[in-house]
């Protein structure tokens, strides 16, 4: 099978009939387009959402605590804590260990989330560390956000810009070949697009006038709007020419000839709201970028419009940076 996240058929076929007993406790359930689940033991509902870093190799633990801290905030929900799964190979350095948990220390440290336990084990099973969060969150019953949520004539709004978390790992990942082309002042600018990968502060800010959110993860932007769809059972149209994008995005995309569009990009918040305005404004104001790049359709039809021309998308089943590692 492609690496990469599995096709939803294949979850929906052969993953989601096996989920064991349905409780009552169970306010949201594994949905393919949901990233998080919900609990509800009376007061505050407790989220959670669980997320591996695989495709990384600086910044692994960083990585790791933003992406999984992530989701629980696209559900309006305040982050609270982590707990780990952490598989390590037999060539790994205790230091290396050390860097790992340091990293993973100081971006939970700043974001007010404890680390509250897990498991951690050297296996031969896996080549390079693999770290897996588990990120738990709270939130009012009010103020719950879900991927489903998405209504007809919503404006899609995105922050930041597309391929944010691809273009830092490309370019510390093949940061020699990029200096040659670019010079090392342009690769040290991409790489501190690792620094770009919370969503949590802007999720927050607006939780109260939207509609749906998502973290474009594996897949980009082009496939969380694509699951923020799925989930809400509407079509969409994207208005591909306003899709916001560094220089060093293009440039790092060009030369790799892959597509930004579905280049992962934690860091990238999509948002459907019915309160375009006020979510903008809210966004401005508190000097987080922000554009409206497109409108959820009800009939289920999806577009993507291009200098002028309008064009069926597409899914794609397989992230570019997958492409990019599966080349060497």
């Not at 860097?99 to 680390?115: F, G, Q, R």
């Not at 897996?132 to 019953?141: C, D, L, P």
């Not at 009010?142 to 209504?151: D, H, Q, T």
């Amino acid at each position: 099978m492609r690496i990469g996240k599995l096709d939803p058929e294949v979850l929906k076929n052969y993953i989601f009939p096996y989920l064991g007993a349905k409780r009552d406790e169970v306010l949201v359930r594994a949905k393919i387009g949901e990233d998080s689940s919900v609990l509800n033991f009376g007061g505050d509902l407790a989220v959670f959402s669980v997320d591996p870093i695989t495709g990384a190799g600086e910044n692994i633990g960083y990585l790791s605590v933003n992406v999984a801290l992530n989701d629980v905030a696209t559900n309006g929900a305040l982050p609270v804590a982590l707990m780990y799964s952490i598989l390590l190979p037999p060539k790994i350095k205790e230091y290396e260990i050390h860097d790992i948990m340091k990293e993973i220390n100081n971006a939970a440290t700043l974001l007010n989330v404890e680390i509250i336990g897990g498991h951690t084990e050297v296996t031969d099973g896996v080549k390079f560390p693999i770290l897996t969060a588990f990120a738990i969150g709270k939130v009012e019953r009010e103020r719950l956000v879900l991927s489903e949520g998405s209504k007809p004539n919503d404006a899609i709004i995105i922050t930041k810009g597309a391929g944010i978390e691809g273009t830092a790992i490309l370019a510390s990942t093949f940061s020699d070949k990029l200096r040659e082309e670019f010079g090392d002042t342009f690769v040290e600018s991409a790489k501190r697009y690792i620094k770009k990968i919370s969503v949590i502060k802007e999720a927050l800010l607006v939780r109260d006038y939207v509609n749906a959110m998502h973290d474009a993860t594996e897949g980009g932007v082009y496939g969380g709007i694509y699951e923020l769809s799925y989930a809400a059972g509407l079509g969409f149209t994207i208005y591909e020419d306003e899709v916001p994008m560094s220089y060093e995005t293009e440039k790092i995309c060009s030369y790799f000839n892959i597509n930004p569009y579905f280049l992962i990009s934690s860091g990238t918040l999509i948002i459907t709201t019915s309160e375009e305005d006020k979510v903008l404004e809210i966004l401005e104001k508190n000097d987080i970028v922000a554009k409206k790049i497109g409108v959820m359709r009800e009939d289920k039809e999806r577009i993507v419009r291009r200098r002028g021309k309008s064009y069926p998308f597409i899914p794609q089943t397989q992230d570019e940076l997958w492409k990019i590692l599966e080349r060497g």
